[in-house]
């Protein structure tokens, strides 16, 4: 009977040799704007954006605020998802949060085509563990 028990147990896996974790996934570096071949956001993700932002923004907020020299000095190395969270909670103004996780992440996309930063073919996720990864360091000049 114990042989059998023993048996159960090596087959269920209960058995009281411990065994090992899988060892941790390695947490992807940090990657930025500037770096060659990224590209955060696509061409079609800011139009959205930009059409979210016009009916959800305009009447508080012109765009002029979210581009240049200001923009850069407020998020310059900062995370992208410190952009997204801080518009994801408060705003709109009269309702922070009423707008769907993308449509927050379609307004960055735009804020970052505003301030230069390149698209490309992939869309900003509305994931926090990835915008976290994700840092903004905008051109010198928007356009370049």
């Given amino acids: 009977m114990r042989h059998i028990l023993m048996f159960v147990g090596v087959a269920l896996g209960t058995t009281t040799t411990q065994a090992q974790d899988p060892p941790p996934s390695p947490v992807p570096a940090p990657v930025d704007s500037a770096a060659p071949d990224t590209a955060f956001y696509s061409a079609r993700q800011a139009r959205r954006g930009q059409d979210t932002y016009r009916k959800n923004c305009t009447a508080c907020h012109n765009t002029a605020a979210y581009a240049g ?8 190395g900062r995370s992208v998802f410190e952009l997204w969270e801080q518009i994801r909670t408060t705003m709109p103004n009269d309702s922070p949060g009423r707008l769907k996780l993308e449509e927050y992440a379609d307004i960055v996309a735009y804020l970052l085509k505003l301030n230069g930063i390149p698209p490309g073919s992939d869309e900003l996720p509305a994931d926090a563990e990835v915008l976290r ?3 903004i360091i905008p051109p010198s000049r928007p356009g370049g």
């Fill in 133 to 135: 990864r994700l840092r």
């Fill in 69 to 76: 020299a200001g923009f850069r000095r407020a998020w310059s």
